[in-house]
Nanobody, 120 residues
Framework: QLQVVESGGGLVQPGGSLRLSCAAS????????IGWFRQAPGKEREPVSC????????TYADSVKGRFTISRDNAKNTVYLQMNSLKPEDTAVYYC?????????????WGQGTQVTVSS
């Protein structure tokens, strides 16, 4: 069974950068579309960005367009989220989600999350 683990979170000042990683084990991440989601205290989990299994298609929430970049290295079984020009409102727990659709079944897996705090 696929397992995904996020890393790279931390405390950063406004305007700073972080790179989150979503590393997979127990399966081949290349078979999965990957989404990054975030959940701030008292708010619902929301999508941030996603990338297709081959990496050819990416999407971003309007709130992060131009600041965040999603990428993947299937050889390393890892997906990245480069976050630049961070704002206090980006503070949240960031989750990685792997999804694969085959006939009659959907496989999806969540990581445990990594905390990102943007504060001076």
């Amino acid at each position: 069974q696929l397992q995904v683990v996020e890393s790279g979170g931390g405390l950063v000042q406004p305007g700073g950068s972080l790179r989150l990683s979503c590393a997979a084990s127990g399966g081949t991440l290349a078979n999965y579309a990957i989404g990054w989601f975030r959940q701030a205290p008292g708010k619902e989990r929301e999508p941030v960005s996603c990338i297709s299994s081959g990496g050819g298609r990416t999407t971003y929430a309007d709130s992060v367009k131009g600041r965040f970049t999603i990428s993947r290295d299937n050889a390393k079984n890892t997906v990245y989220l480069q976050m630049n020009s961070l704002k206090p409102e980006d503070t949240a727990v960031y989750y990685c989600h792997a999804a694969r659709v085959v006939p009659a079944r959907v496989y999806d897996y969540w990581g445990q999350g990594t905390q990102v705090t943007v504060s001076s």
